[in-house]
């Protein structure tokens, strides 16, 4: 399942690279995270690949982005005062809730960006999470150079049920949760990327 979905990615990522006649802009993964929340919890996932394509005119046409659900980290708990139990968490997060093994990448790509005023914009397209492809808009602040593109979006929010994740929703709580402890199914959501050009 891992290997056919990264041939399906390298694929379809190459082929939205070549409609690029004019610039391609490649996620520098270093510098680009997805900031999550959820409940009482937050912290980031990075980014694996991904970039965008652009017309004559610096203008965004397109775009592919891919994210490593292994990636998954959690800030608001000090390893230093928690320990084990941040990676116990993390863990739990990427094995029970988003089965990262089975589903190790997301995939978001971008169908529709339109311009709202100077440097800002709504971005629209499928997002793939879990098996599942739903489509999701949000606004965020970009800003184009001849070198760099650096995109901020708005938090902007995710029920991670419409992608098939239940485990301790309390749509569906499992039989073995303990306690009959529920989370949230709304997951908040913040995107910085910077891309380089190639």
């Not at 399906?8 to 070549?18: P, R």
């Not at 995270?33 to 912290?43: E, F, L, P, Q, S």
């Not at 990636?71 to 230093?80: P, S, Y």
Request: charged content about 25%; aromatic content about 14%; glycine content about 6%.
């Amino acid at each position: 399942m891992k290997n056919l979905f990264i041939l399906f990615f390298l694929l379809t990522f190459t082929s939205i690279k070549a409609q690029s006649e004019y610039g391609f802009y490649r996620v520098d993964t270093l510098h680009s995270n997805i900031y999550w929340k959820c409940d009482k919890h937050n912290g980031l996932i990075k980014l694996k690949d991904g970039g965008f394509v652009l017309s004559g005119n610096h203008t965004i046409v397109g775009g592919k982005f891919i994210i490593d659900m292994h990636t998954i980290k959690d800030l608001d708990m000090n390893i230093k005062q928690y320990g084990t139990a941040v990676m116990i968490f993390e863990n739990t997060l990427k094995n029970e809730f988003f089965e990262a093994d089975t589903y190790p990448y997301a995939v978001f790509e971008l169908q529709k960006i339109e311009k709202i005023k100077t440097d800002r914009y709504k971005l629209t397209g499928d997002f793939t999470l879990h098996g599942i492809t739903n489509c999701i808009s949000f606004e965020a602040a970009i800003q184009i150079d001849e070198k760099t593109i650096v995109l901020k979006s708005d938090q902007f929010s995710i029920d991670r049920t419409d992608w098939g994740i239940y485990r301790m929703s309390p749509k569906r709580p499992y039989s073995d949760d303990e306690n009959g402890w529920t989370v949230p199914d709304t997951i908040e959501l913040h995107i910085e990327i910077k891309a380089i050009k190639e």
